[in-house]
């Protein structure tokens, strides 16, 4: 049986990137969400939230109707900055923000709100500026909440299905992600390779998941009183 | 030093309370504001330290307005140069002893000053070890050492003796007694202990349901024969004594009480207090 890992290869390479992005898009909206008293932060928590309890195809769905050549943003986006987002990668980076955005931001937000807020004032009466005691005060103290963000984005852009066969479809080297290759050798009854497939992704998660627990507690052991 | 006339209204879970607070304070004192919780002494410290706004009124420290909301003056917590003790002492669990003095400093190579500061607070031998494993006595030092270090001219300190044992309390009185003058601070301390107010402070600042209602030296406040209004919470009858618990606006007495008085509970009542001999 002849292995073709690309479809492997450009699933980490799509979780990596998107984990990255999610991390430097997550801080500051979390960090935004923690502590701003605008009324309509219920409206954008629910707006971020949403692909948790949305079915994957439904965003992919819309995600395909608004990236297409024919609509508005797809449009301008295509004419402007001659940028294709469906059938494409950087259309899956999009989709994949989007769609793992709430596996960032919870932990972060939940990480920061359950920092005492003396600690944040403690720096500010120490002279120093928001932006320095996030850096140097708040996020060095929810180490836990980061990696438990960076680790649940990442998990979760690997195991993409829905969202990715609707707006990316299946092409090798740009659009094949692993969970598709399993789908398709499926569909092609090629079980071996579909077993291969599959097994690797398992292991994956599972080794994943269990280093995120166990960093964890190593974490937790050291900051368990503020 | 010190010119402070702020109001600001405070949400509870189920009122509401006006602060209305006028004060002076002068340089180089020693003062307590005292009263018993909820009665909004730490939102005015919070006032003065930049972490609260006002709903109006004004602050002025050593002839520089730090708030005045007429004119929307408002200078940040960063730039009124304090030094903040929080009742959980909020050391930063990321950084060591050391570490959480440096952070405060305002140049870091002041190592001849963080040294001092160590020796002072005598922490010389703890300077690399984590806040995590030290003892409530020791985070406390290590949170004055800290919030010297940006060399302040005034120290607001929040019930910081609060969950600390005897015997620490009477060691951080001496301390921070002697700290004080050596850096020649003006310091305010929130408190709800006549004890600790009179072996720290010069001054006693009484606030009930956030105004003040009197203030004087710790004598004049404390030991004074005086007269108090209060209402009777609760009645225990035992042995055919009745006890009350009365609420007198800054704080709740016992007291026994005559039985052919009759009095029920939400009853008002005066107290004549005797002279304080302690």
Known sequence: MKIDWQPLLLSLELSLITTLLLLVIGIPLAYWLVYTKLRIKPLLESIISLPLVLPPSVLGFYLLISFSPNSFLGSLLEHHFDLRLVFSFEGLVIASLIYSLPFMVHPIQSGLQHLPSSLKEASYTLGKSERETLFKVLLPNIGTSLLTGIILTFAHTMGEFGVVLLIGGNIPGETKLASIAVYEEVESMNYSAANFYATVLLILSVVILTSMFWINRKLNKRFLFI | ?278
């Open chain 2, 1 to 278: 030093m010190i010119e402070l006339n702020v109001k600001k209204k405070l949400f509870f879970q189920e009122n509401s309370m006006i602060l209305d607070i006028e004060l002076h304070i002068k340089k180089g004192s020693f003062t307590a504001l005292y009263g018993k919780s909820g009665a909004g002494k730490t939102t005015l410290l919070k006032i003065l330290a930049g972490l609260v706004k006002p709903d109006n009124g004004f602050i002025i420290h050593k002839g520089e307005v730090w708030n005045e909301t007429d004119k929307k003056i408002f200078i940040k917590p960063q730039n009124r140069n304090i030094g903040f003790l929080f009742q959980d002492y909020a050391l930063f669990p990321n950084m060591t002893v050391k570490e959480n003095i440096q952070f405060g400093c305002e140049e870091k190579g002041d190592k001849d000053f963080i040294h001092q500061l160590l020796k002072v607070t005598l922490l010389s031998n703890m300077a690399n070890k984590y806040p995590t494993i030290l003892s409530g006595g020791q985070k406390q030092r290590v949170a004055l050492a800290r919030a010297l270090a940006r060399k302040p001219q005034l120290l607001l300190l929040d019930e910081p003796f609060s969950s600390l044992d005897t015997e620490t309390k009477l060691n951080l009185y001496d301390e921070l007694k002697r700290i004080h003058q050596l850096f020649g601070l003006t310091t305010i301390l929130v408190s709800h202990s006549q004890e600790e107010v009179k072996k720290l402070c010069e001054k006693v600042v009484v606030i009930a349901d956030g105004k003040i209602v009197m203030q004087g030296t710790p004598k004049e406040v404390f030991n004074e024969e005086m007269e108090v209004e209060g209402t009777i919470l609760e009645i225990t009858e035992k042995d055919n004594i009745q006890t009350a618990v009365i609420d007198v606006g800054v704080e709740t007495i016992k007291n026994t009480l005559q039985k052919v008085h009759q009095l029920k509970t939400g009853d008002k009542i005066v107290i004549r207090k005797a002279a304080d001999t302690r």
